[in-house]
């Protein structure tokens, strides 16, 4: 029989009430080890698995710790629809319970809670907190050669193609202000995967938000199968190029504009 967790405080200092969502699907090895490991991490944070109806019974291992902790919830969904859907329940969450802030966590042990306390830090002068894999003092543990040149060479791409001062746009060990998803139009967001964490840093560097990266620990997940598949690459890098020419378009109807304005008002 499990301990029951007594609450702590349940607020970040500088940033208010926090929710980790932390997305599944058959993730039974893993999920009690990553919530366990958050809360002791963190103890200030409340965690909601959102749980895409996995087969293996992950979400009943998350309704036994959520009656042993107080800080622990579940969202039960139902079927697999995608990391991207999956965090935007979770945003709908915690915004509808007045959480002030959202952290986005893999399940499988691949984004060390550890970590979290720094990028918490961060939020107090932050709309955006992104744990990248790709600044100084980052380690990433046990990525062959193939994922490590991929990683990088689409993370080159998204910042050159989209303009954005980010060196890990496609990271997914995040922290959100609620004020800043209050200002984005989520509803218009259907990516998922590295798409969908490009998408939301595009449409946040858009609405001049301040983001700021911490440099983490990032190994891959040691059991399990991962949910990375080609479709996933592909999907990105036609996402991004898409963006890059509508950005390009607009940037250019605005010009023109700016100029067809000028000469209206001359003499």
Same mark, same amino acid.
């Given at each position: 029989?499990?301990e ?8 970040v200092p500088?940033?208010g009430?926090?929710?980790?969502v932390i997305p599944?699907?058959n993730?039974?090895d893993?999920v009690?080890?990553?919530v366990? *490991?958050? !809360?002791?991490?963190a103890?200030? @944070? &409340?965690?909601l ?5 996995? /087969?293996?019974?992950?979400? +009943?291992?998350?309704?036994?710790l959520a009656r042993a902790?107080?800080?622990?919830h ?7 629809q ?5 965090y935007l329940a979770?945003?709908?969450w915690? *915004?509808? !319970?007045?959480?002030?802030?959202? @952290? &986005? ?7 060390? /809670?550890?970590?979290?306390? +720094?990028?918490l ?5 932050a ?6 894999r790709w600044?100084r003092g980052?380690r990433?543990?046990?990525?062959p050669?193939?994922r490590?040149?991929?990683s ?7 910042r ?16 959100y202000r ?8 989520l ?7 590295y798409?969908?964490q ?5 449409l946040a ?8 990266e911490v440099?983490?620990?990032?190994a ?5 199968a991962?949910?990375?598949?080609p479709?996933?690459?592909v999907?990105?890098l ?9 950005d ?8 023109w504009?700016?100029?067809?304005a ?6």
């Amino acid at each position: 029989m499990q301990e029951t967790i007594r609450p702590a405080m349940t607020e970040v200092p500088g940033v208010g009430r926090v929710l980790v969502v932390i997305p599944t699907f058959n993730e039974a090895d893993n999920v009690s080890a990553i919530v366990g *490991r958050v !809360r002791r991490a963190a103890p200030q @944070v &409340e965690v909601l698995v959102a749980d895409d109806n996995s /087969p293996d019974g992950t979400g +009943a291992i998350v309704e036994d710790l959520a009656r042993a902790d107080a800080q622990v919830h579940v969202l039960h969904r139902e079927g697999k629809q995608g990391l991207g859907a999956a965090y935007l329940a979770g945003f709908a969450w915690a *915004r509808q !319970r007045g959480f002030d802030a959202v @952290v &986005e966590m893999d399940a499988d042990g691949s984004h060390d /809670p550890r970590d979290l306390p +720094a990028l918490l830090a961060a939020a107090v002068d932050a709309d955006v907190v992104i744990g990248s894999r790709w600044t100084r003092g980052a380690r990433v543990v046990n990525w062959p050669l193939r994922r490590l040149l991929l990683s990088r060479g689409g993370n080159l791409y998204a910042r050159l193609a989209l303009g954005m001062p980010v060196a890990d746009a496609t990271g997914g060990y995040r922290v959100y202000r609620s004020s800043l998803l209050d200002l984005l139009d989520l509803e218009s967001v259907s990516s998922q995967g590295y798409s969908f964490q490009v998408e939301l840093c595009r449409l946040a560097h858009r609405a001049g938000a301040r983001i700021a990266e911490v440099p983490i620990t990032f190994a891959e997940r040691e059991r399990g199968a991962s949910k990375m598949s080609p479709l996933i690459v592909v999907e990105a890098l036609w996402r991004i190029t898409g963006w890059a020419v509508d950005d390009r378009r607009t940037a250019v109807r605005r010009g023109w504009r700016a100029a067809t304005a000028g000469q209206a008002r001359w003499p």
